[in-house]
């Protein structure tokens, strides 16, 4: 089965040697969004950097022909587990019922310094 990258200049670019997105098969993988604009600036607060994160993993899912109701599984990363109420409720408005399946992970860092990163597994 071949792998295609998917890219959309809605999200940041890659921080490295990655895809913002593969899709195998009926599946589309995509990497890890920090809650960065487009032109990669963090904004200070964990709900505005949450909000960004969910909107760059949209774009993307957009970007593979898919939606945001098709995402079958999420992993949250935060730096502090203290922000996972705040970042729930902005997950809340991402997110139709029944939701995605997830994980939430506490991380003692990410790039660039952020506070929360998002990851998802969607069907195309």
């Known amino acids: 089965m071949l792998k295609q990258p998917v890219h959309t200049d809605k999200a940041p670019a890659a921080l490295g040697p990655y895809s913002q997105g593969v899709i195998c098969g009926d599946l589309l993988f995509v990497s890890g969004q920090l809650g960065a ?8 607060s964990v709900t505005e950097q949450a909000e960004w994160s969910l909107r760059n993993l949209s774009s993307i899912v957009q970007a593979a022909g898919s939606s945001m109701e098709k995402v079958v599984k999420c992993q949250v990363f935060l730096t ?4 996972f109420a705040a970042v729930n409720q902005v997950y ?5 019922v029944p939701c995605p399946a997830r994980s ?10 952020a506070k929360v990163e998002i990851e998802a597994i ?3």
Do not use: T
């Open 37 to 44: 604009d487009e032109e990669g600036n963090l904004p200070d």
């Open 92 to 96: 809340a408005q991402f997110f139709p």
């Open 104 to 113: 939430c992970i506490q991380v003692c860092a990410l790039p660039k310094g």
């Open 122 to 124: 969607a069907q195309i």
């Open 80 to 83: 502090d587990m203290g922000d």
